[in-house]
């Protein structure tokens, strides 16, 4: 069991780094399926560890890549931690039978199995290309913030001005912090498309910005649950957790070989089947 459970850390390791998320989708996965945990309340936190340490790995990684923007970043974890304790409270108290876990498990997997499709088949390739090459010619690809106030964050990024309003992420972080901690995942795929969305971030900055958040949200989750009560198998996840960080550092290799849209299509091939799995059977 415990080599599985190394193993299994790798493939979220791997999937995490690359992809940039859904580590939390398959860490309950493998709790729920492969490692038989009747708990759903240890399922969320031991889900949440993983991903806890996924991020520090990630985050640093971008912060020297120039992939984060901090402040976007902390505005966003710091709506999230009144988000994570709600969250996680309700969930602690309310969703504690594994079967409609599941359910609310499968149909968040759902939506993030068809997001990942809509991303592979509809991307704005035009929009994607005109960054990578500005990012080559660049030698400057630091974010700098210009401005800050309660109104509005200016900020540039390969000489273009960028900016938002600060309430915005504070609510995002919120709200994401409330779903994802009280299901026990990141929450990558909330923040993205809102990020993309609502604020025009750069995609080549949102998956640094969006790490940093969750490291901050699943912080919080993670101690509120254990404060709660609810119990950790810590020498099992140790092993998962080797396993996570041995498939961080294999996750470029992996990327470069097969490529990210493959691999991506892949995810989404399997997070549909797991949402299939746990809605409907």
Known sequence: ?????????????????????????????????????????????????????????????????????????????????????????????????????????????????????????????????????GIKESKDRKVKVISRSVREIKYSFLQEEHKFNPIYPLLAGFLVALISSALGVGGGFLLVPFMVSILKVPMYLVPGTSAFSILITSTVSIFNYINLGVNVDWRFIGFESIGVILGSFLGPYVSHFLGERKLRLVLGIILFGIGFKYIFI
């Open 1 to 133: 069991m415990e080599i599985l459970a190394l193993l299994w850390g790798v493939v979220i390791g791997t999937v995490f780094s690359t992809v940039g998320a859904a580590g939390g989708i398959l860490a309950g996965f493998g709790h729920i399926s492969l490692f038989g945990i009747a708990s759903a309340n240890t399922v969320k936190v031991m889900n949440q560890i993983l991903v806890f340490i996924s991020t520090t790995i990630s985050v640093p990684n971008y912060w020297r890549q120039g992939r984060l923007i901090f402040i976007l970043g902390g505005l966003l974890g710091i709506g999230s931690i009144l988000g994570a304790l709600i969250g996680s409270t309700l969930s602690y108290k309310y969703l504690t039978e594994l079967k409609s876990y599941k359910f609310l498990f499968g149909l968040f997997t759902f939506v993030v199995a068809f997001k990942i499709f809509y991303d592979v088949f509809h991307k704005e390739k035009e929009k994607v290309k005109k960054i990578d090459k």
